[in-house]
C-alpha cells in the first residue's frame, strides 16, 4: 500500500505543478496580451499625434498657389489699384474745383466794396457837377482798390528812379537823359504788382540810356582850284 500512496502523492505534485505550470504560462500569455495592446495603444496614439502633427504644419505652412491663381490674384489687385487710382483722381480734381471756386468767392468779396462805390460815384457824377465831389468820389474808389489789393498782399513794384531789373521791370523804350544815369528808369508806363515773392505782372517803363552821344556828320570837302589850273592828274596838251 505504501507504493499505492507514494504513486499518488507524486501524480498530485505532478498535477500542482502542471497546474502551476499552467497557471504560469496564462500569466505570461496575459501579460504578453497587455504589453502588445499596450503597444498598440502607443502605437496608436503617436500615429494620432503626429496625424495632428501633420496637421497643424500643414496649417502653418500656406499651400504654394499655381500660376493661375497667381494671374488671377495680380488681375484682381490691378483692377483694385486702378479704381482707387480714377477715385483718387476724381476726388482732386472735385478738390481742386471746389478750391478755385472759393477763391474767386475771395476775391469777388473783397472787390464788391470797390464796384459799390463805383456806382455810387456815378450816380452821382450824373446829377451834379461839382468837380471836386467827383474827385473825392474816384479817390475813394482808389482808396477801396489799395484796401482790396493789400488783403491780398499785392503790392506795387517801384520804378522811377529805380535801376531797370528785368526780374520786375520790362522796358518799352530807351531815352537818352543827361541827368539820369544809363540803366535808371526814367518814367513808367504801366505799373507792375507783386504777390508776396510771386511776379503777378512786371512793370512797363522807359529807361534812361545816359546823355546824349554827338552825333558825327562827315562833311566831305572839295579842294577849290584856281581858274585855269588843272589838277596835276590830268592829261597834258600837246
Known amino acids: 500500500m505504501p507504493d499505492e500512496e507514494n504513486k499518488e502523492i507524486n501524480e498530485a505534485k505532478n498535477n500542482e505543478t502542471t497546474a502551476e505550470q499552467a497557471a504560469e504560462k496564462e500569466t505570461e500569455q496575459a501579460s504578453e496580451k497587455q504589453s502588445e495592446q499596450a503597444a498598440e495603444k502607443e502605437t496608436e496614439q503617436t500615429s494620432e499625434k503626429q496625424a495632428e502633427q501633420a496637421a497643424e504644419k500643414a496649417k502653418e505652412e500656406p499651400k ?46 473783397e472787390f464788391l466794396p470797390v464796384f459799390d462805390f463805383y456806382n455810387m460815384a456815378m450816380k452821382h457824377a450824373a446829377t451834379s457837377d461839382d468837380v471836386n465831389a467827383i474827385k473825392q468820389g474816384m479817390q475813394m474808389i482808389l482808396n477801396e482798390f489799395k484796401r482790396a489789393l493789400d488783403s491780398f498782399s499785392i503790392k506795387e513794384i517801384p520804378t522811377e528812379g529805380k535801376p531797370f531789373d528785368p526780374r520786375f521791370h520790362e522796358a518799352a523804350k530807351t531815352e537818352a537823359n543827361e541827368n539820369v544815369p544809363e540803366g535808371t528808369i526814367i518814367a513808367q508806363w504801366k505799373p507792375g504788382y507783386m504777390m508776396g515773392e510771386r511776379l503777378i505782372r512786371p512793370a512797363m517803363v ?19 582850284k584856281p581858274d585855269g589850273e588843272k589838277p596835276a592828274d590830268a592829261p597834258q596838251e600837246q
Open 64 to 109: 504654394q498657389p499655381t500660376p493661375e491663381e497667381i494671374i488671377a490674384d495680380l488681375n484682381d489687385k490691378l483692377l483694385r489699384l486702378h479704381a482707387d487710382f480714377d477715385n483718387y483722381r476724381k476726388r482732386m480734381a472735385r478738390e481742386a474745383n471746389e478750391t478755385r471756386e472759393r477763391s474767386k468767392i475771395a476775391v469777388i468779396t
Open 206 to 224: 522807359v529807361v534812361s540810356s545816359g546823355p546824349a552821344k554827338p552825333v558825327q556828320v562827315e562833311e566831305e570837302k572839295s579842294e577849290e
